[in-house]
């Protein structure tokens, strides 16, 4: 039986640790490993904490002292590929949006979205799922970016469809009745045309180049 999802909440403000201290540590299957106040701290508890009892997924605030939450994105990714990073603040703007998904979230997520929405994006980010609160995906369609040099093909758009819906690559497999290697080859092809590097970035670009839409579709 898997053990707990271990997470780090990482923000500079201590009632805002305290209250996400709160919903984690309440609910079933899940663990606060540790807390942090800027991007410093969480990369120190990170690199600490016990083989057998690694931070998972990181719950990470954008605008800190010391450290800002886009430069420790970028360094978790370099050093500890294997955690989850999902944002949480209160910035939606596209100079705060993009810069922390191109770094290597798989998540952003606004402070004011309801607790079951945080403890499902939790539970996806911590299996790799991209996510992104409906706020964030209009801001990124109404971006405009140069067109994609290849169009994806109709069924590059189901996968793409799927996987922003949180689909895994067998449950996308699974609907579509093809198999895991093919959903893995369509996903490089897409990563290839929309030039990015995962499924967090992939979902981006397809709410800013207008071929995926808030709510699905």
Known sequence: MAGPIRVLIVDDHPVVRDGLRGVLAGEAGMEVA?????????????AAAAPDEPIEVVLMDLRMPVMGGVDTIRE??????????????????????????????TGYLLKDAPREELLRAVRAAHRGEAVLSPAVAGRLMGQVRAPVQDALSERELQVLRLVAAGATNREAARRLFISEATIKTHLLHIYAKLEVRDRASAVAAGFQRGLLLPGGG
Do not use: H, K, Q, Y
């Not at 540790?34 to 990170?46: I, Q, S």
């Not at 209160?90 to 770094?103: M, N, S």
């Open 76 to 105: 978790l990714r370099r050093v500890a590929p294997s955690v989850r990073v999902l944002v949480l603040t209160t910035f939606d703007t596209d100079r705060d949006v993009l810069p922390a998904i191109e770094a290597g979230a």
């Open 34 to 46: 540790g807390e942090a106040g800027n991007g410093a701290e969480a990369l120190a508890r990170v």
